[in-house]
């Protein structure tokens, strides 16, 4: 059993009722989870800002991965609901992409929970070196305005490249919504918008089978993921709903600034 900051066991008692001791801890996980459903649903890279708190506050690695993925259920849930809400979707091409990375996110995931706890810490390390390397090439632009390309050929490049994002998903996660996002603009010629509607229903897919895994194995702190769930929950769903007025200017400018912000992060401050 873990504990917030090592704190006492009677954490476990209810999830609603805490002491002051542990009213710190709640409200970080809280404010957390808000940014990093704002990050994931503009762009993505949240998990680069939530599994480093979660072990901060005392969680083993694979158990701080597991917990990570009550936040990302729901908070993926939560934007595609949002999305929904205003008449957005990609159904049956997200469905597809959704299944076959779920397939993948079986295998991350059991590796993640089978992996050596200091073996994770050195693999989480080079990813997020690479990530930042990714992140600081310089790309064409993404703002295609073309046709969606989803059936055919083009749907059959999705589902196998989502197999192999599953398995990343479903291994860690983190990072994986730029890496989504990129993939559909580019293979899948979609707009950011609708990279951005595809992406949170393939995430909540995929991070569901992945947190069952998780859960099998007993690698999970449901009380310290049910804080941070409730932060991004609600960053998701606001996010959603107001990017879809925006467009894809703002949802350009949001992957443009975090990707800025996890290049200075990951280069100056590992």
Same mark, same amino acid.
């Given at each position: 059993? #873990? ?5 006492? $066991? ?26 990093? *459903? ?21 969680? $083993?690695? #694979? ?5 990570? &993925? ?5 908070? =993926? ?9 205003? *008449? /957005? #979707?990609?159904?049956?091409?997200? !469905? ?60 059959? /490049? ?8 599953? +398995?990343? *998903? ?9 890496? +989504? ?8 010629? /979609? ?15 995929? =991070?569901?089978?992945?947190?069952? !895994? ?16 409730? *932060? ?8 959603? &709903?107001? =990017? ?27």
């Amino acid at each position: 059993m #873990h504990t917030l900051l090592g704190g006492d $066991p009677s954490l476990y008692v209810s999830l609603f009722f805490v002491t002051m001791e542990e009213l710190f801890p709640i409200i970080l996980l809280v404010v957390v989870g808000f940014l990093a *459903g704002v990050i994931n649903t503009l762009a993505g890279g949240g998990s680069l800002l939530t599994l480093p708190v979660l072990i901060f506050l005392g969680l $083993p690695p #694979h158990i701080a991965n597991g917990t990570n &993925r009550i936040a990302i259920v729901v908070q =993926s849930l939560s934007g595609a609901v949002g999305y929904r809400s205003k *008449g /957005m #979707h990609t159904y049956p091409f997200n !469905m597809y992409l959704g299944i076959s990375a779920s397939v993948g996110a079986v295998i991350g995931a059991q590796l993640a929970v089978e992996i050596d706890g200091a073996l994770f810490n050195k693999m989480l390390a080079v990813i997020m070196i690479v990530v930042g390397i990714l992140v600081l090439v310089k790309s064409k632009p993404m703002d295609i305005q073309m046709p969606g390309r989803l059936t055919g050929k083009y749907l059959w /490049m999705g589902i196998i490249g989502f197999f192999i994002i599953g +398995i990343y *998903g479903g291994f860690i996660n983190a990072g994986v919504g730029f890496v +989504i996002m990129i993939f559909l603009n580019r293979v899948n010629q /979609m707009s950011l918008l609708n990279t951005n509607v595809t992406k949170v229903t393939v995430v909540t897919i995929y =991070s569901l089978v992945a947190l069952v !895994m998780f859960a099998y194995n007993d690698a999970i702190d449901w009380k310290i993921g049910f804080w941070m769930a409730l *932060g991004t929950s609600a960053g998701a769903w606001i996010t959603s &709903r107001w =990017s879809v007025k925006k467009g894809d200017r703002v949802i350009r400018i949001a992957m443009l600034v975090m990707m800025a912000v996890m290049a200075v992060k990951l280069w100056f401050f590992q």
